[in-house]
Each structure stands twice: as structure tokens, then as C-alpha cells.
């Protein structure tokens, strides 16, 4: 058809615009299909932390989370690797609920030991 419109102007903004739909809709297209995945995806993780009996439950489902709520899980996880190197076992698993027990027993061992020097400075 381009002869037939001798390559005018009107055939030029034809073909650009029947170009610009196509990819305009194609766009929509792919979007859906990846949106899809990625659900599919966070279904599949969301199943195998809630199976796992190490991973933490509260993993399922932070992708609804805020971006500064989820800036804090990310330090916290820089937290949980830190410690991971300084273990021998390479094999030793951490997650947040092991870490906050842990935390938790340091403070109330930190919590005893400060109570028993202050009774001993009252003894002296």
C-alpha cells in the first residue's frame, strides 16, 4: 500500500501509528504476564517458609510491606550474615525468631549480672 499512497505523509502516519498501538498494547500484555509470575512466585516462597521448620512465619507476606519496614528487615539480615560469619558451622541456621530468643536471653543474663553487682555494691 505504500506505492499506492505514493510514501506519502498519510502512509508514514499510518504505519507510526498503527506501530505505536501495537507496542503500546503489547506493554499491557507483558506487564500482566509478569505481574502473574511474580505473584506466583511469592506464593511459592510464602509456602516453603511457612513449611520450613527454621524459617521464620513472619517472612510470609513482606512483600506488603512498607519500604522503610522492609529497610529494616534488610539491616536486620545484615544483622543475621554478620553473625552467620563468625559461626564455625557453616551449616548453623539463623533466622529473626532464633536471633530475638538469643537477644532475649542475653539481655535477661546481662539484667541478672547487673542486679547481682549492684547488690553487691549495697553489701559493701
Do not use: C
Amino acid at each position: 500500500t505504500g506505492p499506492l499512497f505514493k510514501y506519502s505523509d498519510t502512509w508514514q502516519l499510518v504505519i507510526n501509528t498503527g506501530t505505536t498501538i501495537i507496542t503500546f498494547l503489547m506493554v499491557f500484555l507483558i506487564q500482566k504476564s509478569q505481574n502473574k509470575d511474580s505473584k506466583a512466585i511469592q506464593l511459592k516462597l510464602n509456602e516453603l517458609i511457612a513449611a520450613s521448620r527454621w524459617a521464620s512465619n513472619r517472612m510470609v507476606d513482606i512483600e506488603d510491606l512498607t519500604e522503610s519496614e522492609l529497610d529494616v528487615l534488610h539491616k536486620y539480615y545484615q544483622k543475621l550474615s554478620d553473625m552467620s560469619e563468625s559461626d564455625d558451622d557453616i551449616h548453623k541456621s539463623h533466622s529473626i525468631d532464633s536471633a530475638v530468643d538469643r537477644q532475649k536471653e542475653k539481655n535477661a543474663k546481662r539484667s541478672q549480672r547487673n542486679k547481682a553487682i549492684h547488690d553487691e555494691e549495697e553489701n559493701i
